[in-house]
């Protein structure tokens, strides 16, 4: 049964935070905010619970996930990060952008692009999700959730909890987040080139759009 748990927006309530986080090591979808956009997370290594993701958004082969990290320390260990590209990420993080960056070893194969091997790398400015990944951790494996057919992201806890509440274990209210997914940065191909344009400010980061 899909437990919904309204939190403080800006002082979660870690007895709370802390069912998810049970909830993730158990194998299940939970869906939680973030500086953009609510996102639905689970288990980096659960191969089950991406296909469930997988499932809600109706993506294919190619999709992107997203590793949701806590801090830069813990990016180096999931994507390979030269001086110029760790310059930028200090100035840009936390905050609402998504970077793609070449894939260590760490990150299972599944998780990566196809034929670039790549990953996608993300750290929030949001106090649920810093949490939450301080809890846990290790990164959430997330995406944005945007349901097939939707014009915008969901933003609405009780809307997520009635149109989902079959398909993930907890929803992890903290208010309304906003449409705008993040800012997508391609670092894995020389300069920084924006492929999604979201919420983050290009202008921060000196990249040109893609």
């Keep these: 049964m899909t437990e919904i748990l309204e939190l403080h927006p800006k002082n979660p309530q870690v007895r709370l935070v802390r069912r998810a986080v049970d909830a ?45 990290c806590r801090d830069l320390s813990e990016i180096a260990r999931y994507a390979r990060v ?55 951790g290790e990164p959430l494996m997330s995406s944005t959730l945007h349901l097939p057919g939707d014009p915008y992201p969901l933003t609405n806890a009780k809307e997520i909890y009635a149109r989902l509440h079959h398909q993930v274990a907890v929803v992890l209210d903290g208010g309304n987040c906003g449409l705008n997914p993040t800012t997508v940065v391609d670092l894995a191909s020389g300069a920084p080139s924006i492929v999604r344009l979201g919420k983050g400010d290009p202008a921060r980061l000196g990249a040109t759009v893609s």
């Design 82 to 136: 030269e001086n110029w590209q760790y310059r930028l990420l200090k100035a840009a993080t936390p905050g609402p952008y998504t970077f793609i960056l070449e894939a260590t070893r760490e990150v299972p194969r599944r998780l990566q692009n196809p034929k670039r091997r790549t990953i996608g790398i993300r750290i929030p400015d949001h106090p649920v999700p810093l949490l939450l990944l301080g809890e846990l």
């Design 24 to 68: 993730v090591r158990a194998g299940s979808v939970i869906v939680y905010p973030t500086d953009s956009c609510y996102a639905l997370g689970c288990a980096i290594g659960d191969k089950g619970a991406m296909e469930r993701i997988a499932h809600i958004r109706q993506t294919d082969k190619h999709h992107h996930f997203t590793l949701v």
